[in-house]
């Protein structure tokens, strides 16, 4: 399993990220007293000629090097942010981050070059585990091992290398493509091509390349715990599914609907993958045997990630307060009969918000007076144990709501250290590509029968329970129902901030002030005012993609192209 590895990287030198990884060699220096073996890192010599370690080096690019503050406590971070303090869904309409932790300026639109907040680790552990990967599928002919191991860690390695490029497309745009290139020392960096950026669609046409090959020589199973974790054929269909969905969406437009609805339909006719049947909040509890995780990352204790209770928990309880949920968030979830709360025939109470919501709320969100670990929540005030009147009142949600999803109830708030932060974080999962496979063909051919059962079959799983969507709808109906489901289904693992720029919405959705609700106790009454929980959130035409950090502008003498706007 990953969670085991200890296997140490090699030795960089920093000159910038598309160079980073080049080989401080020793052998290639002239001076004696520089000529020390390490003692504390694996040679490049016993790699190619020791097939365990050579898998091991495959198996350790499944993490990346920690680039900042926050990252990866316990273990080294995997891809994207996953469940860190600051999770990604606080540079969202999904929630905020209650102690800031560099997401604010996100939020505000005041990201820059030179001040990328949680977002500029990206571009650097792309390229550095692009350089990894490229450097072990150069010497994998190498390596004494059989045909079929052999085979099976190129498929891993395309797919890695696949999943870094997606990084770097969804938050850059168009990037600097290295195909099989590793750069070393004496090569010639002033004139090579090596800062150019390729267009979005050659970008995505040769990720998904790299899947479909990849997708040849993994296995549709992982057999043992060894592979636990590790890359299958349906995570490089699923991560191909993924990205040729975001190919024809509007703010790539290089794509086809009818390619995502076909390459969606490939995980589905596997026949491998189902929808986990055993609760909802369960589902993200719930690592091994679930049909539903096509591909997670695993953790244990001694080897966690962030305790998400006490990060997330509310501040009675000893919990930190964390990514909070916003009200904006909190609107999307339809009424238990299927009815939007905008719509006038939904029963929604504004003064008794909480009753009758689609169950995936509950199971999402800790709210006023929701039940908790034996308790309830009391964000009320005056006086509410979860308030600003409460113990700890420094980690008072700013929202009055908490979060409840990921959490384990059965594990410790207080003193959690070496015991919780077991949760697997879920990359992939079947719901996603039941939802990617509705809206492209909603998209190609309008809401034929095989879209209402993909949306039908999420909402009507057991524990959920929403009614079935009505008959009739129209293209644009069908099309605001998927976004919604996909906003409530997938809410918390990094797709909202995606979402919403592919779709090209994010100039609404992002522009709306952050919204929180004060709720107010008068006796047996009690009143729900809705508040600006985060003052400033802006969004601009030029935030639909990250700046890439002026450093790596810089180290390539200014050859390096910067995102447009910035």
């Known amino acids: 399993m990953l969670k085991y590895l200890k296997m140490k990287s090699k030795n960089i030198i920093a000159v910038s990220s598309i160079l980073a990884g080049i080989f401080l060699s020793v052998s ?28 091991s080096y495959v198996i350790n690019r499944y993490m990346g090097v920690r680039l900042t503050d926050k990252e990866a406590e316990g273990t080294p971070p995997g891809f994207g942010r996953g469940f860190e303090y600051a999770m990604w869904s606080s540079l969202t309409d999904e929630s905020i981050y209650n102690n800031d932790d560099n997401t604010w300026l996100v939020q ?17 552990r792309s390229y550095r585990s692009i350089r990894e990967i ?41 990037v600097v493509l290295m195909s099989d290139k590793v750069l070393e020392l004496g090569d010639d960096f002033a004139n090579a091509p090596i800062y150019t950026k390729s267009p979005i669609k050659d970008c995505i046409d040769y990720a998904v390349a790299q899947l479909d090959e990849a997708s040849k020589l993994l296995p549709v199973n992982n057999s043992n715990s060894w592979q636990l974790g ?76 962030v305790c998400l209770e006490i990060s997330n928990g509310p501040n009675s309880y000893g919990g930190w307060g964390g990514n909070v949920p916003l009200q904006n968030f909190v609107d999307s979830y339809e009424m238990d009969n299927g009815k939007p709360i905008t719509d006038p025939a939904s029963g929604y109470n504004p003064q008794d918000p909480y009753k009758h919501r689609d169950p995936r709320f509950y199971m999402t969100v800790l709210y006023n007076n929701a039940d908790y670990r034996a308790n309830s929540v009391q964000s009320y005030l005056p006086g509410g144990k979860d308030s600003k009147d409460g113990p700890s009142n420094w980690n008072t949600s700013k929202t009055g709501y908490y979060l409840k999803k990921f959490m384990n109830d059965n594990l ?25 496979y ?13 879209v ?42 990094e797709h909202r901030y995606y979402d919403v720029r592919r779709w090209k919405v994010a100039g609404v959705t992002e522009n709306v002030p952050a919204y929180g609700i004060e709720v107010i106790k008068n006796g047996n009454t009690v009143t729900y005012n809705r508040k600006e929980a985060l003052t400033g959130r802006h969004f601009e035409e030029k935030n639909y993609f990250l700046p890439i950090p002026r450093a790596e502008i810089q180290a390539s003498n200014g050859k390096l192209a910067q995102t447009a706007g910035y």
């Open 438 to 450: 509705a809206e492209a063909q909603n998209e190609a051919a309008g809401p034929d029968q095989t």
């Open 134 to 174: 490229n450097y072990a599928l150069t010497n994998i002919a190498k390596v004494p091992m059989s045909v079929a191991q052999k085979n099976r860690l190129t498929g891993e390695l395309k797919f890695l290398r696949a999943f870094r490029y997606q990084d770097l497309i969804r938050n850059y745009g168009g």
């Open 452 to 493: 209402y059962t993909a949306v039908n079959s999420i909402r009507n799983r057991p524990g959920v329970n929403m009614p079935a969507l009505q008959a009739g709808l129209s293209q644009a109906q069908m099309r605001e129902i998927i976004r919604r489901e996909r906003q409530v289904e997938l809410a918390f693992e």
């Open 412 to 436: 410790p708030i207080d003193n959690p250290w070496d015991i919780a932060g077991t949760q697997p974080w879920i990359y992939f999962r079947y719901a996603e590509i039941l939802l990617n």
């Open 108 to 124: 505000k639109g005041q990201l820059a070059p030179e001040n990328t907040g949680i977002a500029g680790t990206l571009w650097g």
């Open 230 to 305: 590790r890359a299958t054929k349906g995570a490089a269909l699923a991560l191909k599914s993924r990205l040729l969905l975001y190919a024809a969406s509007p703010l790539y437009n290089t794509g086809t609907w009818q390619a995502a609805a076909a390459s969606a339909k490939e995980v589905m006719d596997m026949g491998k993958y189902s929808l986990f049947s055993n609760g909802y909040d369960k589902l993200f509890l719930t690592p091994e045997n679930n049909p539903e995780i096509i591909f997670e990352r695993l953790y244990t204790q001694g080897a966690r990630h």
């Open 28 to 55: 290639a220096c002239k001076t004696d007293f520089l000529n020390v073996v390490p003692t504390d890192r694996v040679s490049d010599a016993s790699i190619l000629t020791d097939s365990s370690l050579f898998e």
